[in-house]
Every structure is written in structure tokens, then in C-alpha cells.
């Protein structure tokens, strides 16, 4: 199912820009980070949440729809809350000024990697999902022009038209100049390994721009047991979907076709590098069902197609083994703001218990080299 709103860029940016005016004086913005003394630690945050009031006054259009969908449950606490409350996080992700500006400041934090929060544009018909898209991007870039030693942005597409999708890829890079891609994870229940879905991975791969891949609940067919006890979200559901989604790139070979392909995966990269020993021995190529066609061991495609972000994983234990596991060129820090509080990302990765060369690359070398960050 998608929803189809005639005149949805339109019609509802007083909704959002109503939240707008509640942003000054958030919580988090009211903590100071210590200075630490020594050698300063330059940190970019490199998956941090935002939106736009055009899509966001579209997503409330969809909070009053009947659509069972299993995002709706996220989308209607957001979108959806009761006259006179104030909106969870909804202030916070419409302000790409001064009140996220402030609680950067008070953290020590030196810029954030702009994304469109999730679902995106995905849960909208081909047309809405196309124009919300060159909406978003234009504001991100905006964003960006504004605070340029602040702010990089990713840029979001609509998957489910994909001719359309690459022909904005190719603006948001090329005219925009953002810093790559975003997407949320499945469309209309459908993964990236569907040969219909390969012209966006052609055209990331050919742009040389990183292609997040952003959780979302997880696709119809696997909802079921993810209905009860809220595990749809980020407890669980949300790994358990884009981990998938890798898997099935990786299995399916479709990464053969695409071996410059540079793919992130947030949240200590959805626990895949934990599972790679055995997903290389289940894995492997000319092993169990006939269908597979991967070429590499799934840690072969790992190491070549994949970075991951630390976003809302805050342990020392599992950012060590992420490291020796895969490489620190391939793990990049990030806060998962505003879902996730900035004082204990920064103190977290300050305190890692890492050599200073490591820190520097986790911290901000790797977000500048792997998504064109020069400032």
C-alpha cells in the first residue's frame, strides 16, 4: 500500500512549522560537555536525524490513514500526538539551526552528517515520494550552504520510481553537491538485491557516493512477531530489518556487479561483523541452496562493499572487536541524534579505549574520506 495525497507538498507545512517555534530551550541543549585537556578530538557525527516541514506535514496526512503498516506506529507518536503535547523529537528533527547548533556547541561536536529521518520518502506513492524528495534535498543543501563548517548532508530518492530516483541521485551529487545517500531499508516490501532496484546501485557506485542503509520496521512479511512488547523499533526490529537486507545483498551476488559500491550500516553495522564467521561458513559460495549466487565469502563482501557507524551503540567491547573484525578504515562514529542523547556519544567515543590514530579515523577521518567531507 502507499498513500496518495493530491497537493501534499502544500497543504500541511503549518503543522510542522508549528513545532518548529517549540525547539529553543531543548533538554539536551541545557548539558555542557567538558573540555578535556591535550589534543582536541575533531568529531564528526555522521548519521543525525532531521526533516523538513513538507515532509513531515505528509507524514501526519499518513498518521490519520488506517494503513496497519508497522512504521505507523512510529509515525503516528511523531506525527500524530494529541493537541497540546509536544511532538517526540519532532522539534528537535524540523530545527536544522540554531537549537541543534547550540547542543553541537555544548558537546564539542564539529558537524552533522544530515540525513532525512526514516521512513524517508518510502511510504509514499512514486509521484508524492518524488517531489517530497527534491523538497528535502533542496532544504538539506540549504542547510548546508548556511553552516558549511557545520553541516554535510545525505541525500534521500524515492526507490519506487528508480528511473526518477537516479536522475536526483544525479542532481543531489552533481548540482547539490551532498555527500551521499540515504535509504530506508525495504520499499513496498521489496530489497536493493531486486535487479529493478540495481540502476540506484549503478549510479552510486558510478557518482563514487556512500549508500546508507537506514533501518526501518521491519517489511510485512516478517512483522508478525515484532507487534508485541515494541520490539519494531530500535530494541530490535530496526537491526534485524537492514541486517537482512545486507545478508540478501550479499547472498544474492548482487554485489558482484557493483564491487566499487561503497553501503553503510549504522548501529555497530546492524551486529552483521559479529556474525560473519558464520554467515561465511553458511555463506560461502557453492554452499546449501543453489540459489544463491555470490561469488565472495559474505566477510569478503564485507571488508570490500561495507563501512559501518557506531550510531546508538555506546560499547567499548563491541567497537574493539568491530575493529579487529573489519578494519578501523571501516567504522566511523556517530550520535544517532536526536534519538540518541549527545553528551554519552561524545564521552563514549573521547574515552575509547583505542590508540590516539585509531580515535582520530573513527572520529572524523573516515566520515571525510569515505563521504567527500573537505572542510
Same mark, same amino acid.
Given at each position: 500500500? @502507499?498513500i496518495?495525497?493530491?497537493?501534499?507538498?502544500g497543504?500541511?507545512? !503549518?503543522?510542522a +512549522?508549528?513545532?518548529v517555534?517549540g525547539?529553543a530551550?531543548?533538554a539536551?541543549?541545557a548539558t555542557t560537555?567538558?573540555k578535556k585537556?591535550?589534543?582536541r578530538?575533531?568529531?564528526?557525527?555522521?548519521?543525525e536525524?532531521?526533516s523538513?516541514p513538507e515532509v513531515a506535514a505528509?507524514?501526519r496526512?499518513?498518521?490519520h490513514?488506517?494503513?496497519t503498516n508497522?512504521d505507523?506506529?512510529?509515525?503516528n507518536?511523531i506525527y500524530n500526538?494529541?493537541?497540546?503535547?509536544r %511532538?517526540?523529537?519532532?522539534?528537535?528533527?524540523?530545527?536544522?539551526d %540554531?537549537?541543534r547548533?547550540?547542543?553541537m556547541?555544548?558537546n564539542d561536536?564539529?558537524?552533522h552528517l544530515l540525513?532525512l529521518?526514516a521512513?524517508?520518502?518510502?511510504?509514499?506513492?512514486?509521484? @508524492?515520494?518524488? !517531489?517530497?524528495?527534491?523538497? &528535502?534535498n533542496?532544504a538539506? &543543501?540549504? +542547510?548546508?550552504?548556511?553552516?558549511p563548517?557545520r553541516y554535510?548532508?545525505?541525500?534521500?530518492? +524515492?526507490p519506487?520510481d *528508480?528511473?526518477?530516483?537516479?536522475?536526483?541521485m544525479?542532481?543531489?551529487?552533481? $548540482?547539490?553537491?551532498?555527500?551521499g #545517500?540515504?535509504i530506508?531499508?525495504?520499499t513496498?516490501n521489496?530489497?536493493?538485491?531486486l535487479?529493478?532496484?540495481w *540502476?540506484i546501485?549503478?549510479?552510486?557506485?558510478a557518482?563514487?557516493?556512500a549508500l546508507?542503509?537506514? *533501518?526501518? !520496521?521491519?517489511?510485512d512479511?516478517?512483522a508478525?512477531?515484532?507487534?508485541?512488547?515494541r520490539?519494531? @523499533?530500535a530494541a530490535?526490529g530496526?537491526?534485524?530489518?537492514?541486517?537482512?537486507?545486507?545478508?540478501?545483498?550479499m547472498?544474492?551476488?548482487?554485489?558482484?556487479?557493483f564491487?566499487?559500491?561503497?553501503i553503510?550500516?549504522?548501529h555497530?553495522?546492524?551486529a552483521?561483523?559479529?556474525w560473519?564467521?558464520?554467515?561465511d #561458513?553458511?555463506?560461502? *559460495?557453492? #554452499?546449501?541452496?543453489?540459489?544463491? @549466487?555470490n561469488?565472495l565469502?559474505?566477510s569478503?563482501? #564485507?571488508r570490500?562493499?561495507?563501512v559501518?557507524?557506531?550510531?546508538g551503540?555506546?560499547d567499548?567491547?563491541?567497537?574493539?572487536?568491530?575493529i579487529?573484525?573489519?578494519?578501523?578504515? $571501516?567504522?566511523l562514529? %556517530?550520535?544517532d541524534y536526536?534519538?540518541q542523547p549527545?553528551?554519552?556519544a561524545?564521552?563514549?567515543?573521547?574515552?575509547?579505549?583505542?590508540?590516539? !590514530?585509531d580515535?582520530?579515523?573513527?572520529a572524523?577521518g573516515n566520515?571525510e574520506?569515505i563521504?567527500?567531507?573537505?572542510?
Amino acid at each position: 500500500m @502507499t498513500i496518495d495525497r493530491r497537493e501534499m507538498l502544500g497543504a500541511m507545512t !503549518a503543522v510542522a +512549522a508549528g513545532a518548529v517555534a517549540g525547539v529553543a530551550g531543548v533538554a539536551e541543549g541545557a548539558t555542557t560537555q567538558p573540555k578535556k585537556s591535550g589534543t582536541r578530538l575533531k568529531k564528526i557525527a555522521t548519521e543525525e536525524a532531521c526533516s523538513v516541514p513538507e515532509v513531515a506535514a505528509a507524514l501526519r496526512e499518513v498518521a490519520h490513514t488506517t494503513w496497519t503498516n508497522l512504521d505507523m506506529l512510529l509515525v503516528n507518536a511523531i506525527y500524530n500526538a494529541p493537541a497540546g503535547t509536544r %511532538a517526540p523529537f519532532l522539534p528537535e528533527l524540523l530545527d536544522i539551526d %540554531a537549537g541543534r547548533l547550540k547542543v553541537m556547541d555544548d558537546n564539542d561536536v564539529d558537524m552533522h552528517l544530515l540525513s532525512l529521518t526514516a521512513p524517508g520518502v518510502q511510504m509514499f506513492d512514486a509521484d @508524492t515520494g518524488t !517531489a517530497l524528495a527534491t523538497v &528535502a534535498n533542496d532544504a538539506l &543543501a540549504e +542547510a548546508v550552504k548556511k553552516h558549511p563548517t557545520r553541516y554535510s548532508a545525505l541525500a534521500t530518492f +524515492a526507490p519506487q520510481d *528508480p528511473k526518477r530516483a537516479v536522475k536526483e541521485m544525479e542532481r543531489a551529487i552533481n $548540482s547539490l553537491k551532498m555527500n551521499g #545517500f540515504i535509504i530506508n531499508s525495504h520499499t513496498n516490501n521489496e530489497y536493493l538485491d531486486l535487479p529493478k532496484f540495481w *540502476p540506484i546501485l549503478e549510479a552510486a557506485e558510478a557518482l563514487d557516493a556512500a549508500l546508507y542503509i537506514h *533501518p526501518r !520496521a521491519p517489511s510485512d512479511g516478517m512483522a508478525a512477531p515484532f507487534r508485541d512488547y515494541r520490539l519494531e @523499533t530500535a530494541a530490535w526490529g530496526y537491526g534485524v530489518e537492514v541486517a537482512t537486507h545486507a545478508v540478501r545483498l550479499m547472498l544474492s551476488g548482487t554485489l558482484d556487479h557493483f564491487p566499487k559500491l561503497k553501503i553503510v550500516l549504522g548501529h555497530m553495522g546492524e551486529a552483521v561483523p559479529f556474525w560473519l564467521w558464520r554467515l561465511d #561458513f553458511m555463506g560461502r *559460495p557453492g #554452499f546449501g541452496n543453489n540459489m544463491r @549466487t555470490n561469488k565472495l565469502k559474505p566477510s569478503e563482501y #564485507f571488508r570490500q562493499n561495507f563501512v559501518i557507524t557506531t550510531s546508538g551503540v555506546e560499547d567499548h567491547l563491541a567497537l574493539r572487536y568491530s575493529i579487529d573484525r573489519i578494519g578501523v578504515d $571501516s567504522v566511523l562514529w %556517530a550520535i544517532d541524534y536526536p534519538y540518541q542523547p549527545t553528551t554519552p556519544a561524545v564521552k563514549f567515543i573521547e574515552s575509547a579505549p583505542i590508540p590516539d !590514530a585509531d580515535k582520530q579515523k573513527v572520529a572524523h577521518g573516515n566520515a571525510e574520506r569515505i563521504f567527500h567531507i573537505n572542510v
